[in-house]
């Protein structure tokens, strides 16, 4: 499965950005999707995961202020950004993995797209 993210960039904090990863996979309504981030120093944590059933986990850092939803038609997962802050500023990794039914973290992630860079500015 190839991932391929884009809608990264500079924002001023309280903007809105949007990221899209559109997967190759054949059966892509199987695949649990989600969105990482990773900021220099720190290691790679869950922002936002939907499982192939619809069901959401959240980081509760951006509850409230981001939104992730999946249009299986176009085999992509979107993330919705709202509020941002400067503390949001990171690379954003796109992940897929067969669904599991568990909760999503790093190590039980199967694919991951190249990283998008998003830079919130206070």
Known sequence: VQLQASGG?????????????????????????GWFRQAPGKERELVVGIWSDGRREYSDSVKGRFTIFRDNTKKTVYLQMDTLKPEDTAIYYCAARWRIYEPMKADNIEYWGKGTLVTVSS
Not at 12 to 31: H, I, K, P
Request: hydrophobic share 35%.
């Open 9 to 33: 960039g500079l924002v001023q904090a309280g903007g809105s950005l949007r990221l899209s990863c559109e997967a190759s996979a054949r059966t892509f309504s199987n695949y649990d999707m």
